[in-house]
Protein backbone atom coordinates (compact mmCIF):
# COMPACT_ATOMS: atom_id res chain seq x y z
CA UNK A 1 0.00 0.00 0.00
CA UNK A 2 1.38 3.60 -0.91
CA UNK A 3 0.99 6.71 1.31
CA UNK A 4 0.72 9.54 -0.31
CA UNK A 5 1.52 13.34 1.86
CA UNK A 6 1.18 16.89 0.52
CA UNK A 7 3.64 18.51 -1.35
CA UNK A 8 4.89 21.96 0.48
CA UNK A 9 7.66 23.96 0.49
CA UNK A 10 9.76 21.29 -1.45
CA UNK A 11 9.03 18.59 1.33
CA UNK A 12 6.68 15.81 2.28
CA UNK A 13 3.95 16.97 4.46
CA UNK A 14 1.54 14.90 6.60
CA UNK A 15 -2.09 16.11 6.41
CA UNK A 16 -2.72 19.14 9.53
CA UNK A 17 -5.52 16.26 10.01
CA UNK A 18 -3.38 13.25 10.33
CA UNK A 19 -6.27 12.20 8.40
CA UNK A 20 -6.11 9.89 5.02
CA UNK A 21 -8.28 8.81 2.44
CA UNK A 22 -8.75 5.78 0.02
CA UNK A 23 -7.52 5.83 -3.35
CA UNK A 24 -9.26 2.72 -5.49
CA UNK A 25 -8.36 1.18 -8.91
CA UNK A 26 -10.87 1.46 -10.60
CA UNK A 27 -10.65 -1.78 -12.49
CA UNK A 28 -9.84 -4.13 -9.75
CA UNK A 29 -12.03 -2.06 -6.70
CA UNK A 30 -8.80 -2.66 -4.95
CA UNK A 31 -7.44 0.28 -2.60
CA UNK A 32 -3.75 0.69 -3.87
CA UNK A 33 -2.89 3.92 -1.72
CA UNK A 34 -3.69 6.08 0.93
CA UNK A 35 -3.56 9.80 0.47
CA UNK A 36 -2.93 12.69 2.34
CA UNK A 37 -6.76 14.38 3.43
CA UNK A 38 -5.96 18.14 3.36
CA UNK A 39 -7.58 20.86 4.98
CA UNK A 40 -7.79 24.80 5.27
CA UNK A 41 -4.56 24.52 7.45
CA UNK A 42 -3.12 22.68 5.03
CA UNK A 43 -4.32 25.04 1.89
CA UNK A 44 -2.99 27.78 4.46
CA UNK A 45 0.39 26.37 4.55
CA UNK A 46 1.17 25.96 1.13
CA UNK A 47 0.01 28.99 0.05
CA UNK A 48 2.28 30.79 2.76
CA UNK A 49 5.24 28.84 0.75
CA UNK A 50 3.79 29.58 -2.31
CA UNK A 51 3.41 33.42 -1.65
CA UNK A 52 7.18 33.33 0.16
CA UNK A 53 8.39 31.87 -3.12
CA UNK A 54 6.78 34.48 -5.20
CA UNK A 55 8.23 37.01 -2.98
CA UNK A 56 11.30 36.87 -2.57
CA UNK A 57 14.64 34.39 -3.32
CA UNK A 58 15.58 32.66 -6.50
CA UNK A 59 12.06 32.16 -7.85
CA UNK A 60 11.54 35.80 -7.45
CA UNK A 61 14.94 36.94 -8.94
CA UNK A 62 14.88 34.50 -11.89
CA UNK A 63 15.36 36.15 -15.10
CA UNK A 64 12.89 34.61 -17.60
CA UNK A 65 15.58 32.83 -19.70
CA UNK A 66 16.06 31.12 -16.31
CA UNK A 67 12.69 30.16 -15.84
CA UNK A 68 12.47 28.84 -19.21
CA UNK A 69 15.58 26.47 -18.74
CA UNK A 70 14.16 24.89 -15.80
CA UNK A 71 10.90 23.94 -17.60
CA UNK A 72 12.70 22.53 -20.55
CA UNK A 73 14.80 20.02 -17.69
CA UNK A 74 11.38 19.27 -16.53
CA UNK A 75 10.40 18.83 -20.07
CA UNK A 76 12.97 16.02 -20.25
CA UNK A 77 12.75 14.60 -17.02
CA UNK A 78 8.62 14.13 -17.84
CA UNK A 79 10.04 12.41 -21.08
CA UNK A 80 11.70 10.02 -19.30
CA UNK A 81 9.37 8.69 -17.01
CA UNK A 82 6.33 9.28 -19.00
CA UNK A 83 5.71 5.27 -19.06
CA UNK A 84 5.82 4.87 -15.38
CA UNK A 85 3.26 8.11 -15.22
CA UNK A 86 1.00 7.30 -17.63
CA UNK A 87 0.54 3.42 -16.03
CA UNK A 88 0.04 5.15 -12.35
CA UNK A 89 -2.78 7.01 -14.48
CA UNK A 90 -4.33 4.22 -15.27
CA UNK A 91 -3.95 2.78 -11.70
CA UNK A 92 -5.98 5.69 -10.49
CA UNK A 93 -8.30 6.23 -13.33
CA UNK A 94 -9.21 3.48 -15.05
CA UNK A 95 -8.95 4.53 -18.29
CA UNK A 96 -7.20 2.95 -21.05
CA UNK A 97 -2.84 2.77 -20.67
CA UNK A 98 -3.17 3.37 -24.67
CA UNK A 99 -4.71 6.62 -24.03
CA UNK A 100 -3.46 7.65 -20.93
CA UNK A 101 0.13 6.77 -22.14
CA UNK A 102 -0.36 9.03 -25.26
CA UNK A 103 -1.00 11.31 -22.82
CA UNK A 104 1.82 11.31 -20.43
CA UNK A 105 4.58 10.75 -23.46
CA UNK A 106 3.00 14.02 -25.17
CA UNK A 107 2.95 15.59 -22.11
CA UNK A 108 6.52 16.87 -22.00
CA UNK A 109 5.56 19.32 -25.49
CA UNK A 110 3.75 21.59 -22.94
CA UNK A 111 6.83 21.94 -20.74
CA UNK A 112 9.18 22.85 -24.27
CA UNK A 113 7.06 24.86 -25.33
CA UNK A 114 6.22 27.21 -22.66
CA UNK A 115 9.92 26.87 -21.45
CA UNK A 116 10.73 28.52 -25.01
CA UNK A 117 8.30 30.97 -24.16
CA UNK A 118 9.28 32.23 -21.34
CA UNK A 119 11.73 34.68 -22.44
CA UNK A 120 9.15 35.78 -25.38
CA UNK A 121 6.69 37.94 -23.28
CA UNK A 122 7.43 41.23 -24.63
CA UNK A 123 5.96 44.60 -23.32
CA UNK A 124 5.69 47.70 -26.14
CA UNK A 125 6.99 51.20 -26.17
CA UNK A 126 3.97 53.17 -26.61
CA UNK A 127 3.42 56.15 -29.21
CA UNK A 128 2.70 59.14 -26.23
CA UNK A 129 0.51 62.27 -26.95
CA UNK A 130 2.50 63.44 -24.33
CA UNK A 131 5.33 65.97 -24.38
CA UNK A 132 8.21 65.17 -22.20
CA UNK A 133 6.66 61.39 -20.94
CA UNK A 134 7.92 58.07 -21.77
CA UNK A 135 5.20 55.20 -21.48
CA UNK A 136 5.88 51.60 -21.73
CA UNK A 137 4.30 48.29 -20.71
CA UNK A 138 5.40 45.06 -18.82
CA UNK A 139 3.68 42.08 -18.18
CA UNK A 140 3.98 40.44 -14.67
CA UNK A 141 3.08 37.57 -13.02
CA UNK A 142 -0.27 37.45 -10.72
CA UNK A 143 1.48 35.55 -7.74
CA UNK A 144 0.54 32.59 -6.41
CA UNK A 145 -2.02 30.53 -8.48
CA UNK A 146 -4.10 27.76 -7.65
CA UNK A 147 -4.90 24.87 -9.99
CA UNK A 148 -7.43 22.78 -9.33
CA UNK A 149 -7.79 19.16 -11.54
CA UNK A 150 -10.50 16.92 -12.60
CA UNK A 151 -10.12 12.79 -12.32
CA UNK A 152 -10.06 12.05 -16.50
CA UNK A 153 -6.76 13.12 -17.47
CA UNK A 154 -4.74 14.40 -14.12
CA UNK A 155 -1.32 15.13 -15.39
CA UNK A 156 -2.43 16.55 -18.75
CA UNK A 157 -4.55 19.08 -17.35
CA UNK A 158 -2.77 20.05 -15.18
CA UNK A 159 0.62 20.54 -17.37
CA UNK A 160 -1.99 23.22 -19.49
CA UNK A 161 -1.91 24.73 -16.17
CA UNK A 162 1.37 24.18 -14.72
CA UNK A 163 3.53 25.32 -17.69
CA UNK A 164 2.41 28.48 -18.73
CA UNK A 165 1.51 30.00 -15.39
CA UNK A 166 5.35 28.71 -14.51
CA UNK A 167 6.78 30.31 -17.86
CA UNK A 168 5.04 33.46 -16.63
CA UNK A 169 6.83 33.85 -13.33
CA UNK A 170 4.13 32.66 -10.72
CA UNK A 171 4.01 30.34 -8.03
CA UNK A 172 1.88 27.34 -7.45
CA UNK A 173 -0.88 25.03 -4.50
CA UNK A 174 -2.17 22.14 -6.95
CA UNK A 175 -5.41 20.45 -5.81
CA UNK A 176 -5.84 17.07 -7.83
CA UNK A 177 -8.50 15.21 -8.28
CA UNK A 178 -9.85 13.19 -4.57
CA UNK A 179 -10.21 10.59 -7.10
CA UNK A 180 -6.76 10.60 -8.57
CA UNK A 181 -4.26 12.70 -6.49
CA UNK A 182 -1.16 10.02 -6.71
CA UNK A 183 0.25 11.19 -10.20
CA UNK A 184 -0.06 14.97 -9.41
CA UNK A 185 1.78 13.93 -5.87
CA UNK A 186 4.71 11.96 -7.76
CA UNK A 187 4.77 14.55 -10.28
CA UNK A 188 6.47 16.86 -7.69
CA UNK A 189 9.43 14.66 -7.33
CA UNK A 190 9.90 15.57 -10.90
CA UNK A 191 9.48 19.48 -10.30
CA UNK A 192 12.07 18.91 -7.80
CA UNK A 193 14.47 16.82 -9.97
CA UNK A 194 14.58 19.82 -12.47
CA UNK A 195 15.78 22.52 -9.72
CA UNK A 196 12.37 24.48 -9.14
CA UNK A 197 13.45 26.18 -5.99
CA UNK A 198 11.11 25.09 -3.25
CA UNK A 199 7.97 26.47 -3.01
CA UNK A 200 6.94 27.44 -6.18
CA UNK A 201 5.09 24.52 -7.19
CA UNK A 202 3.17 22.73 -4.30
CA UNK A 203 0.59 19.86 -4.00
CA UNK A 204 -2.25 19.28 -1.08
CA UNK A 205 -4.80 16.74 -1.58
CA UNK A 206 -8.26 16.06 -0.65
CA UNK A 207 -11.67 16.93 -1.06
CA UNK A 208 -13.18 19.71 -2.85
CA UNK A 209 -15.01 21.52 0.01
CA UNK A 210 -12.77 20.63 2.36
CA UNK A 211 -9.15 21.92 1.08
CA UNK A 212 -10.23 23.26 -2.58
CA UNK A 213 -12.65 25.76 -1.21
CA UNK A 214 -9.94 26.84 1.40
CA UNK A 215 -7.81 27.09 -1.52
CA UNK A 216 -10.06 29.59 -3.79
CA UNK A 217 -11.08 31.45 -0.63
CA UNK A 218 -7.60 32.25 1.13
CA UNK A 219 -6.70 35.73 0.39
CA UNK A 220 -3.26 35.33 -0.67
CA UNK A 221 -4.65 33.43 -4.18
CA UNK A 222 -4.33 35.51 -6.99
CA UNK A 223 -6.33 33.36 -9.67
CA UNK A 224 -7.49 29.83 -9.80
CA UNK A 225 -6.95 27.61 -13.01
CA UNK A 226 -10.09 25.38 -13.02
CA UNK A 227 -10.73 21.95 -14.63
CA UNK A 228 -13.95 20.07 -13.71
CA UNK A 229 -17.68 19.93 -14.35
CA UNK A 230 -19.97 23.38 -14.82
CA UNK A 231 -21.51 23.00 -11.53
CA UNK A 232 -17.99 23.48 -8.60
CA UNK A 233 -16.70 25.75 -11.59
CA UNK A 234 -20.04 27.79 -10.99
CA UNK A 235 -19.01 27.45 -7.39
CA UNK A 236 -15.46 28.58 -7.25
CA UNK A 237 -16.52 31.51 -9.93
CA UNK A 238 -19.34 33.39 -7.46
CA UNK A 239 -16.22 32.66 -4.65
CA UNK A 240 -13.80 34.25 -6.56
CA UNK A 241 -15.67 37.06 -7.43
CA UNK A 242 -15.94 38.19 -3.83
CA UNK A 243 -12.36 38.45 -4.29
CA UNK A 244 -12.34 40.17 -7.39
CA UNK A 245 -9.80 37.53 -8.71
CA UNK A 246 -9.57 36.23 -12.33
CA UNK A 247 -10.07 32.63 -13.31
CA UNK A 248 -9.97 29.75 -15.94
CA UNK A 249 -12.69 27.66 -15.65
CA UNK A 250 -12.60 24.81 -18.36
CA UNK A 251 -15.72 22.97 -18.17
CA UNK A 252 -17.73 20.57 -19.51
CA UNK A 253 -19.91 20.10 -23.07
CA UNK A 254 -22.21 18.46 -24.95
CA UNK A 255 -20.76 18.59 -28.37
CA UNK A 256 -22.34 18.13 -31.67
CA UNK A 257 -20.56 15.47 -33.69
CA UNK A 258 -22.11 16.25 -37.48
CA UNK A 259 -22.36 14.03 -40.16
CA UNK A 260 -23.17 15.30 -43.92
CA UNK A 261 -24.43 12.78 -46.44
CA UNK A 262 -21.29 13.88 -48.42
CA UNK A 263 -19.25 12.83 -46.37
CA UNK A 264 -16.44 10.04 -46.14
CA UNK A 265 -18.31 7.94 -44.51
CA UNK A 266 -16.22 5.40 -42.72
CA UNK A 267 -13.98 7.75 -41.55
CA UNK A 268 -17.33 9.63 -40.26
CA UNK A 269 -18.23 6.10 -38.70
CA UNK A 270 -14.57 5.74 -37.00
CA UNK A 271 -14.92 9.92 -36.00
CA UNK A 272 -18.18 9.29 -34.20
CA UNK A 273 -17.15 6.42 -32.08
CA UNK A 274 -14.16 8.04 -31.43
CA UNK A 275 -16.44 11.03 -30.16
CA UNK A 276 -18.30 9.09 -27.31
CA UNK A 277 -16.76 5.83 -26.57
CA UNK A 278 -12.92 6.39 -26.63
CA UNK A 279 -12.28 6.97 -22.89
CA UNK A 280 -15.51 4.95 -21.94
CA UNK A 281 -17.22 8.98 -22.94
CA UNK A 282 -15.17 10.24 -19.62
CA UNK A 283 -13.77 13.03 -21.75
CA UNK A 284 -15.04 17.15 -21.28
CA UNK A 285 -14.86 16.87 -25.47
CA UNK A 286 -17.26 14.09 -25.81
CA UNK A 287 -18.94 14.23 -29.17
CA UNK A 288 -22.30 12.89 -26.65
CA UNK A 289 -25.02 14.58 -29.62
CA UNK A 290 -24.19 12.74 -32.77
CA UNK A 291 -26.29 14.57 -35.67
CA UNK A 292 -26.74 12.49 -39.04
CA UNK A 293 -27.95 13.83 -41.91
CA UNK A 294 -31.13 12.12 -43.05
CA UNK A 295 -30.26 10.34 -46.09
CA UNK A 296 -27.12 8.51 -44.60
CA UNK A 297 -28.92 8.66 -41.01
CA UNK A 298 -30.09 4.47 -40.80
CA UNK A 299 -26.83 2.81 -42.90
CA UNK A 300 -25.37 4.80 -40.03
CA UNK A 301 -26.55 3.95 -37.39
CA UNK A 302 -26.13 0.07 -38.23
CA UNK A 303 -22.37 0.58 -39.11
CA UNK A 304 -21.80 2.29 -35.76
CA UNK A 305 -23.39 -0.20 -33.76
CA UNK A 306 -21.24 -2.71 -35.99
CA UNK A 307 -18.22 -0.82 -34.78
CA UNK A 308 -19.06 -0.53 -31.44
CA UNK A 309 -20.56 -3.77 -31.10
CA UNK A 310 -16.88 -4.93 -32.17
CA UNK A 311 -15.12 -3.32 -29.03
CA UNK A 312 -13.02 -5.13 -26.43
CA UNK A 313 -14.75 -4.32 -23.33
CA UNK A 314 -12.55 -4.98 -20.15
CA UNK A 315 -8.98 -4.50 -18.75
CA UNK A 316 -7.29 -1.05 -19.09
CA UNK A 317 -4.01 -2.36 -18.60
CA UNK A 318 -4.60 -4.22 -21.58
CA UNK A 319 -3.11 -2.68 -24.83
CA UNK A 320 -5.83 -4.57 -26.70
CA UNK A 321 -8.96 -3.02 -25.20
CA UNK A 322 -11.29 -0.21 -26.60
CA UNK A 323 -13.79 0.48 -23.75
CA UNK A 324 -12.58 0.33 -20.41
CA UNK A 325 -14.35 0.64 -16.76
CA UNK A 326 -16.17 4.08 -15.73
CA UNK A 327 -13.68 5.40 -12.94
CA UNK A 328 -15.81 6.50 -10.25
CA UNK A 329 -19.14 4.38 -8.34
CA UNK A 330 -21.01 8.05 -8.30
CA UNK A 331 -20.23 7.95 -11.98
CA UNK A 332 -21.39 4.39 -13.07
CA UNK A 333 -24.62 5.38 -11.28
CA UNK A 334 -25.12 8.26 -12.55
CA UNK A 335 -24.63 7.07 -16.19
CA UNK A 336 -27.12 4.62 -15.88
CA UNK A 337 -29.40 6.78 -14.44
CA UNK A 338 -29.29 9.13 -17.89
CA UNK A 339 -30.11 5.59 -19.16
CA UNK A 340 -33.47 5.49 -17.88
CA UNK A 341 -33.88 9.24 -18.19
CA UNK A 342 -33.45 8.69 -21.84
CA UNK A 343 -35.85 5.77 -22.07
CA UNK A 344 -38.88 7.46 -19.96
CA UNK A 345 -38.33 10.32 -22.35
CA UNK A 346 -39.03 8.28 -25.46
CA UNK A 347 -35.93 7.87 -27.25
CA UNK A 348 -35.35 4.54 -28.62
CA UNK A 349 -32.65 2.54 -27.39
CA UNK A 350 -30.65 0.93 -30.60
CA UNK A 351 -27.75 -0.78 -28.51
CA UNK A 352 -26.58 -1.49 -24.99
CA UNK A 353 -28.33 -0.01 -22.43
CA UNK A 354 -27.11 -1.98 -18.99
CA UNK A 355 -24.19 -3.04 -17.23
CA UNK A 356 -21.23 -4.99 -19.16
CA UNK A 357 -21.02 -8.05 -17.28
CA UNK A 358 -19.20 -10.01 -19.75
CA UNK A 359 -15.47 -10.99 -20.68
CA UNK A 360 -13.47 -9.09 -19.09
CA UNK A 361 -15.49 -6.64 -16.60
CA UNK A 362 -14.83 -7.14 -12.93
CA UNK A 363 -16.47 -5.21 -9.89
CA UNK A 364 -19.45 -2.95 -11.32
CA UNK A 365 -18.04 -0.33 -12.90
CA UNK A 366 -18.53 -1.47 -16.81
CA UNK A 367 -21.69 0.06 -18.59
CA UNK A 368 -21.95 -1.22 -22.59
CA UNK A 369 -21.35 1.41 -24.74
CA UNK A 370 -24.90 2.70 -25.67
CA UNK A 371 -26.76 4.46 -28.67
CA UNK A 372 -29.96 5.65 -28.23
CA UNK A 373 -31.63 7.00 -31.66
CA UNK A 374 -35.08 9.41 -32.04
CA UNK A 375 -33.65 11.85 -29.95
CA UNK A 376 -34.87 14.94 -30.23
CA UNK A 377 -32.35 18.05 -28.83
CA UNK A 378 -34.72 18.92 -26.33
CA UNK A 379 -34.76 15.73 -24.32
CA UNK A 380 -32.13 15.70 -21.25
CA UNK A 381 -30.15 13.17 -23.08
CA UNK A 382 -29.51 15.91 -25.54
CA UNK A 383 -29.04 18.93 -23.17
CA UNK A 384 -27.30 17.41 -20.34
CA UNK A 385 -23.36 16.13 -19.79
CA UNK A 386 -23.64 12.48 -19.08
CA UNK A 387 -19.79 11.90 -19.11
CA UNK A 388 -19.93 8.06 -20.00
CA UNK A 389 -20.33 5.98 -23.18
CA UNK A 390 -23.85 7.24 -24.10
CA UNK A 391 -24.48 8.22 -27.44
CA UNK A 392 -28.04 10.60 -28.35
CA UNK A 393 -28.30 10.54 -32.97
CA UNK A 394 -30.40 13.26 -33.64
CA UNK A 395 -31.85 13.24 -37.76
CA UNK A 396 -31.16 16.37 -39.48
CA UNK A 397 -32.23 17.80 -42.83
CA UNK A 398 -30.29 20.45 -43.89
CA UNK A 399 -27.19 22.98 -42.68
CA UNK A 400 -29.09 25.70 -41.53
CA UNK A 401 -30.90 22.76 -39.10
CA UNK A 402 -27.58 21.15 -38.65
CA UNK A 403 -26.67 24.86 -36.88
CA UNK A 404 -29.64 25.18 -35.06
CA UNK A 405 -30.02 22.55 -33.47
CA UNK A 406 -25.74 22.27 -32.70
CA UNK A 407 -26.21 25.56 -30.67
CA UNK A 408 -28.87 25.10 -29.15
CA UNK A 409 -27.19 24.17 -26.02
CA UNK A 410 -25.63 25.75 -22.90
CA UNK A 411 -22.51 24.33 -23.60
CA UNK A 412 -19.98 25.40 -26.11
CA UNK A 413 -16.73 23.49 -25.48
CA UNK A 414 -16.08 21.59 -29.20
CA UNK A 415 -18.23 20.50 -32.38
CA UNK A 416 -17.04 18.05 -34.81
CA UNK A 417 -18.25 18.43 -38.84
CA UNK A 418 -17.82 15.51 -41.30
CA UNK A 419 -18.17 16.62 -45.17
CA UNK A 420 -16.30 16.41 -48.10
CA UNK A 421 -17.77 20.47 -48.90
CA UNK A 422 -14.71 22.98 -48.36
CA UNK A 423 -17.44 25.84 -48.33
CA UNK A 424 -19.59 24.09 -45.97
CA UNK A 425 -17.00 23.10 -43.83
CA UNK A 426 -15.57 27.07 -43.49
CA UNK A 427 -18.95 28.17 -42.94
CA UNK A 428 -20.09 25.65 -39.96
CA UNK A 429 -16.72 26.16 -38.20
CA UNK A 430 -17.59 29.97 -38.48
CA UNK A 431 -21.63 29.35 -37.58
CA UNK A 432 -20.85 27.06 -34.47
CA UNK A 433 -20.65 28.27 -30.67
CA UNK A 434 -17.47 26.49 -29.74
CA UNK A 435 -14.08 26.94 -28.41
CA UNK A 436 -13.07 24.07 -30.93
CA UNK A 437 -14.07 22.85 -34.23
CA UNK A 438 -12.59 19.72 -35.81
CA UNK A 439 -13.73 19.12 -39.60
CA UNK A 440 -12.75 15.75 -40.66
CA UNK A 441 -11.38 14.46 -37.65
CA UNK A 442 -12.27 14.57 -33.95
CA UNK A 443 -10.30 15.09 -30.49
CA UNK A 444 -7.14 16.64 -31.60
CA UNK A 445 -5.30 18.75 -29.35
CA UNK A 446 -2.11 19.95 -29.05
CA UNK A 447 0.19 22.19 -27.00
CA UNK A 448 -0.05 24.99 -29.76
CA UNK A 449 -3.74 25.50 -30.41
CA UNK A 450 -5.85 27.36 -27.84
CA UNK A 451 -8.72 25.20 -26.41
CA UNK A 452 -11.08 26.43 -24.16
CA UNK A 453 -15.19 27.09 -24.24
CA UNK A 454 -17.65 29.03 -25.37
CA UNK A 455 -20.95 29.61 -23.16
CA UNK A 456 -21.01 27.70 -20.04
CA UNK A 457 -18.53 25.40 -20.72
CA UNK A 458 -15.94 28.35 -19.45
CA UNK A 459 -13.80 31.16 -19.36
CA UNK A 460 -10.26 31.77 -21.09
CA UNK A 461 -7.98 29.76 -22.81
CA UNK A 462 -5.25 26.88 -22.11
CA UNK A 463 -2.28 26.38 -24.67
CA UNK A 464 -0.92 27.79 -27.36
CA UNK A 465 0.59 31.20 -27.22
CA UNK A 466 -2.56 32.99 -25.60
CA UNK A 467 -2.45 30.56 -23.06
CA UNK A 468 0.37 32.67 -21.06
CA UNK A 469 -1.45 35.96 -20.59
CA UNK A 470 -4.05 34.33 -18.72
CA UNK A 471 -1.23 34.37 -15.89
CA UNK A 472 0.31 37.97 -16.62
CA UNK A 473 -0.94 41.28 -16.05
CA UNK A 474 -0.50 44.75 -17.40
CA UNK A 475 1.51 47.31 -16.21
CA UNK A 476 1.46 50.74 -17.85
CA UNK A 477 4.54 52.67 -16.32
CA UNK A 478 5.30 56.67 -16.91
CA UNK A 479 8.36 58.16 -16.87
CA UNK A 480 8.79 62.07 -17.12
CA UNK A 481 11.91 62.92 -18.33
CA UNK A 482 11.24 66.75 -18.87
CA UNK A 483 10.81 68.65 -16.01
CA UNK A 484 7.63 71.31 -16.54
CA UNK A 485 5.89 72.02 -13.86
CA UNK A 486 2.14 70.73 -14.49
CA UNK A 487 -0.98 72.05 -12.98
CA UNK A 488 -1.37 69.72 -10.27
CA UNK A 489 -5.11 70.01 -10.19
CA UNK A 490 -6.04 68.75 -13.79
CA UNK A 491 -5.54 65.35 -15.04
CA UNK A 492 -1.83 65.18 -17.15
P1 LIG B 1 -15.69 18.12 -10.36
O1 LIG B 1 -16.18 19.48 -10.69
O2 LIG B 1 -16.54 17.27 -9.49
O3 LIG B 1 -14.28 18.21 -9.63
C1 LIG B 1 -13.17 18.84 -10.24
C2 LIG B 1 -12.20 19.29 -9.17
O4 LIG B 1 -12.80 20.35 -8.43
C3 LIG B 1 -11.82 18.22 -8.15
O5 LIG B 1 -10.46 18.36 -7.84
C4 LIG B 1 -12.69 18.57 -6.96
O6 LIG B 1 -12.16 18.13 -5.73
C5 LIG B 1 -12.68 20.08 -7.05
N1 LIG B 1 -13.80 20.79 -6.41
C6 LIG B 1 -15.09 20.43 -6.35
N2 LIG B 1 -15.81 21.36 -5.68
C7 LIG B 1 -14.94 22.34 -5.33
C8 LIG B 1 -15.07 23.57 -4.62
N3 LIG B 1 -16.23 24.00 -4.14
N4 LIG B 1 -13.96 24.33 -4.46
C9 LIG B 1 -12.78 23.94 -4.94
N5 LIG B 1 -12.59 22.77 -5.58
C10 LIG B 1 -13.67 21.98 -5.79
O7 LIG B 1 -15.38 17.42 -11.75
P2 LIG B 1 -14.88 15.93 -12.03
O8 LIG B 1 -16.02 14.99 -11.81
O9 LIG B 1 -13.61 15.69 -11.34
O10 LIG B 1 -14.54 16.01 -13.60
C11 LIG B 1 -15.48 15.83 -14.61
C12 LIG B 1 -15.89 17.17 -15.18
O11 LIG B 1 -14.74 17.86 -15.65
C13 LIG B 1 -16.78 17.01 -16.41
O12 LIG B 1 -17.82 17.96 -16.34
C14 LIG B 1 -15.86 17.32 -17.57
O13 LIG B 1 -16.50 17.77 -18.73
C15 LIG B 1 -14.97 18.35 -16.97
N6 LIG B 1 -13.71 18.45 -17.71
C16 LIG B 1 -13.48 19.56 -18.48
C17 LIG B 1 -12.31 19.65 -19.23
C18 LIG B 1 -12.02 20.87 -20.07
O14 LIG B 1 -10.85 21.07 -20.41
N7 LIG B 1 -13.00 21.68 -20.42
C19 LIG B 1 -11.39 18.62 -19.20
C20 LIG B 1 -11.65 17.51 -18.41
C21 LIG B 1 -12.82 17.43 -17.66
Redesign the pocket.
Known sequence: METYDHYIGGERVAPASGEYFDSENPYTGEVWAKVARGNAEDADRAVRAAKAAFDHGDWADMRPTQRGKLLVRLAEIVEREAVRLGELEVRDNGKLIAEMGAQTRYLAEWYRYFGGLADKVEGAVLPSDKPGIFNFTRHEPLGVVGM??????PLL?LS?KLAPALAAGNTAVI?????TSASTLEFMDLVKEAGFPDGVVNCIA????EV??P??DHPHVDKIA????????Q??YE?AARKIMPVTL????KSPNIVFEDADFEAAVMGAISGIFAATG????AGSRLLVQRPIHDRFVKRLIEVAGAATIGDPMSPDTHVGPVT?PA?YEKILSYIDVAKEDGATLAMGGKPYTGQGAKGERFVEPTIFTGVSNDMRIAQE?V?GPVLSVIPFDTEEEAIAIGNDIMFG?AAGVWTSDIGRALRMSEKLKAGTVWVNTYRAVSFMSP???YKR??QGR?SGQEAIKEFLQTKSVWIAHETSVANPFIIR
Not at 228 to 233: F, L, M, T, Y
Open positions: ITAWNSLWKPSEYGFGKGQLVFTGSDVAGRISELGGQTCITQEFLFGGSGE
